[in-house]
């Protein structure tokens, strides 16, 4: 006999869901159970269960391959119980009898998953999503009572608060069924369940559960219709309970603030130099540099992004698109967002690093410096705090056998990454520019960053952009991946191209002649932004080549035959570039781009103009502007590190095709240069008869300059291949 039910109250949607349930199904759910209690049961049932977990390092497989912390899930829970106890009062204003239902069913479930993780770990997902139902809906619940309060146009039936209610009816009559079925299930004896499920696939519990899936987008979309933000906004309490409940799950530990390592300032320094002495910092803070507040919020707020930062999986998420859309820079607002986190004591740090192709920072594309850059970071809380045990083990082994002056190999630091995620509730690793990671070797941090992912006992989240190169693509497409196209990033496109245009206005650079500056303006800022195409770097270099026009009549030619792509567009800046009128200016920019393009080590701003002055015999140094003002925007200062470099990975690989840039050129200049700073530095007849020659007179070149001539002249000369037959080298 099913129990007797009076008839629900007019506002006890639970009671009504229960009336709409058949008679069959009515005898399977148990109504004896008060809600607090069992509330309360559940919190600690779970609190327990977690503290079990943090000791044993659970973590569960589901059928895809995709690893699941145990630990994240049952604070997921805890996180929700605890919000709807909070709400209490909202959820008491009903018959606890019915509202109690889905809580006795939760109960009995958790205690038959904690038995057995592995076995129930459909179950255990489920169950953390049903709490998450029934908190958030409490407090809809509460809206609806506000929505009853205002007056309503139209017959009740239209209303759209009444369609909610009718939603929430339907989504609580979808969840009940699905612990009714999932408590017969579980009550049946082992074998009774093996056999069934062999029979069923998919399973009736997952059936049912994607039922309630169902129902809960019915309800979000009634939420949408029925306006609940001009409710929100009429009641400060509802909105910093949306706040509480918006709130990402802690995955923090303070475990992690009581850390000692006995060492002293100088010796930590001396572990982390060990591990790694790449600036990731500062790379970051130039990747950073000119981001327009605002920009890449649509990357924050994809369905996608926020899936991956929030679930309890560990897994990889790819950002990948065209040269030129901004994919560092977006990165760089991933870095920030998990630093936020961090600040608020939401997560761990996360680590991370900028990969760049150039000679003159090797390590920026080779595997074993990436991932030792990646463990420096995660050996402590912060710069100058405290580091973890295993590092100083590592170190310590090394330095007992005689090899402390030996960099780790690649497997050994992904297995010392592997025991520094034992310390972190959830490591976040992001990774810029993969495209630009040696290609011969970077598979084999692929491979790393899959083993981090699988073997590592707590939650990783690892975040990746590259271009669409094909060894890339065939490893991460199977992963959650995010395609920058101009659909996505056009509102940023139009806002960059906006703030730079009215920037170069500002500034007297562009239109300084208009008469119709605003007029202009705005022809400008249209077409820019529609045919940018995603492309940022191509919108920039559009609007600073039309600074170069006098009058708004050229500026609207040009706007009518924009080159279309960023191929075309260096093409012309460089046409432009080889026939500056002097030689000697031709001869500049030529020295300037083959020292980026062949620079074994990255040089100082002041080494660098000491090596491009030398293009031109007797000629005073060059300034940094001077050297800007050669390349047209190819080049860029960064300001953080003191060096110049290609404004953007994509120059380097136009240049590369061009004649005269080839490898063997561009080390033959190098190795020129070299020559004549060795020469400089010898202080004998012969070498001045050589240098007075070719025009050169007094010292040559600064004391860095030397060094690097000493270090690298043999390396550029022997790059510089049948190029040694001419010239002075």
């Given at each position: 006999m099913p129990p007797t039910l009076s008839k629900p109250n007019a506002d006890d949607l639970w009671a009504t869901a229960v009336n709409r349930l058949d008679k069959n199904l009515r005898t399977k759910i148990d109504f004896d159970h008060e809600k607090i209690e069992t509330v309360s049961v559940v919190l600690q049932l779970t609190e327990n269960a977690q503290t079990e977990c943090d000791a044993k390092a659970w973590r569960l497989r589901r059928k895809n391959g995709v690893t699941v912390s145990v630990r994240d899930v049952l604070a997921k829970v805890i996180k929700w119980v605890n919000h709807f106890k909070e709400i209490g009062d909202i959820a008491v204003q009903y018959d606890p009898g019915y509202a109690a239902l889905p809580w006795a069913g939760i109960r009995f479930l958790l205690q038959i998953v904690i038995g057995d993780f592995q076995a129930y770990k459909f179950v255990l997902e489920s169950i953390e999503n049903i709490i998450e139902l029934l908190c958030r809906h409490a407090f809809v619940e509460e809206l609806l009572l506000q929505f009853s309060k205002a007056p309503t146009k139209g017959p009740s039936a239209s209303n759209p608060a009444h369609e909610l209610r009718q939603a929430l009816v339907q989504l609580y009559t979808s969840v009940l069924p699905y612990l009714a079925h999932a408590r017969a299930y579980y009550q049946q004896s082992t074998a009774k369940r093996l056999v069934k499920s062999a029979l069923l696939q998919p399973s009736d519990l997952e059936e049912s559960f994607t039922v309630i899936a169902d129902a809960q987008s019915k309800v979000d979309r009634c939420l949408h219709v029925a306006s609940v933000q001009d409710e929100l906004d009429r009641h400060d309490g509802l909105k910093d309970m949306v706040a509480a409940l918006q709130a990402p799950v802690s995955r923090w530990s303070d475990e992690l603030n009581k850390i000692t390592d006995q060492l002293d300032k100088t010796k930590r320094r001396e572990i982390l130099q060990w591990l790694s002495k790449e600036p990731y910092r500062k790379h970051h803070q130039l990747i950073r540099e000119g981001i327009l507040e605002g920009t890449g919020q649509?990357?924050?707020?994809?369905?996608?992004?926020?899936?991956?930062?929030?679930?309890?999986?560990?897994?990889?998420?790819?950002?990948?698109?065209?040269?030129?859309?901004?994919?560092?820079?977006?990165?760089?607002?991933?870095?920030?967002?998990?630093?936020?986190?961090?600040?608020?004591?939401?997560?761990?740090?996360?680590?991370?690093?900028?990969?760049?192709?150039?000679?003159?920072?090797?390590?920026?594309?080779?595997?074993?410096?990436?991932?030792?850059?990646?463990?420096?970071?995660?050996?402590?809380?912060?710069?100058?705090?405290?580091?973890?045990?295993p590092t100083i083990a590592v170190y310590d082994t090394h330095e007992e056998e005689g090899f402390a002056a030996e960099s780790l190999r690649l497997h050994e630091t992904c297995k010392l990454i592997v025991r520094l995620s034992e310390n972190y509730p959830m490591l976040t690793i992001i990774?810029?520019?993969?495209?630009?990671?040696?290609?011969?070797?970077?598979?084999?941090?692929?491979?790393?960053?899959?083993?981090?992912?699988?073997?590592?006992?707590?939650?990783?989240?690892?975040?990746?952009?590259?271009?669409?190169?094909?060894?890339?693509?065939?490893?991460?497409?199977?992963?959650?991946?995010?395609?920058?196209?101009?659909?996505?990033?056009?509102?940023?496109?139009?806002?960059?191209?906006?703030?730079?245009?009215?920037?170069?206005?500002?500034?007297?650079?562009?239109?300084?002649?208009?008469?119709a500056q605003q007029m202009m303006k705005q022809k400008i800022i249209k077409r820019v932004a529609s045919d940018a195409q995603g492309m940022f770097r191509w919108a920039s270099l559009q609007l600073e080549t039309l600074?170069?026009?006098?009058?708004?009549?050229?500026?609207?030619?040009?706007?009518?035959?924009?080159?279309?792509t960023l191929e075309e567009l260096y093409r012309e800046i460089f046409q432009k570039i080889e026939n500056y009128q002097s030689g000697f200016d031709?001869?500049?920019?030529?020295?300037?781009?083959?020292r980026l393009l062949c620079a074994q080590r990255r040089l100082s701003s002041a080494e660098f103009l000491s090596a491009v002055s030398m293009a031109v015999p007797q000629q005073q140094l060059l300034r940094n502007d001077q050297i800007l003002d050669f390349c047209c925007n190819l080049v860029v200062l960064?300001?953080?590190?003191?060096?110049?470099?290609?404004?953007?990975?994509?120059?380097?690989?136009?240049?590369?095709?061009?004649?005269?840039?080839?490898?063997?050129?561009?080390?033959?200049?190098?190795?020129?240069?070299?020559?004549?700073?060795?020469?400089?530095?010898?202080?004998?007849?012969?070498?001045?008869?050589?240098?007075?020659?070719?025009?050169?007179?007094?010292?040559?070149?600064?004391?860095?300059?030397?060094?690097?001539?000493?270090?690298?002249?043999?390396?550029?000369?022997?790059a510089s291949a049948g190029e040694r037959k001419q010239g002075h080298i």
């Open positions: 649509w990357l924050l707020s994809d369905p996608v992004y926020i899936q991956w930062k929030e679930e309890s999986a560990s897994s990889i998420l790819w950002l990948h698109g065209i040269p030129g859309s901004g994919k560092s820079k977006l990165v760089s607002l991933v870095v920030e967002d998990a630093v936020v986190a961090f600040e608020k004591h939401q997560q761990a740090p996360p680590a991370y690093f900028y990969c760049s192709r150039s000679p003159a920072e090797p390590a920026r594309a080779d595997p074993e410096a990436i991932l030792a850059s990646i463990a420096r970071q995660l050996s402590c809380l912060k710069p100058g705090h405290a580091l973890l045990q990774l810029d520019a993969l495209d630009e990671c040696n290609p011969a070797t970077r598979e084999s941090l692929l491979s790393a960053m899959e083993d981090i992912l699988r073997e590592s006992p707590c939650l990783v989240k690892i975040f990746v952009s590259s271009r669409d190169d094909q060894d890339i693509v065939y490893r991460l497409q199977r992963y959650p991946n995010l395609k920058i196209s101009s659909h996505k990033n056009s509102s940023d496109i139009a806002n960059f191209v906006e703030s730079e245009t009215g920037r170069l206005l500002n500034s007297g650079k562009l239109l300084r002649y208009s008469s600074c170069e026009l006098k009058s708004d009549e050229s500026v609207l030619e040009r706007l009518g035959r924009l080159p279309r031709r001869q500049y920019a030529k020295h300037i781009f083959s960064d300001t953080q590190l003191d060096t110049f470099r290609f404004a953007h990975l994509s120059v380097r690989e136009f240049l590369e095709k061009q004649e005269g840039y080839v490898s063997s050129s561009s080390n033959a200049v190098a190795a020129e240069t070299c020559l004549v700073t060795m020469l400089g530095l010898a202080a004998d007849p012969f070498s001045e008869n050589v240098l007075s020659k070719l025009g050169y007179r007094g010292r040559i070149g600064n004391a860095q300059l030397q060094k690097y001539s000493y270090a690298f002249w043999a390396p550029h000369y022997q």
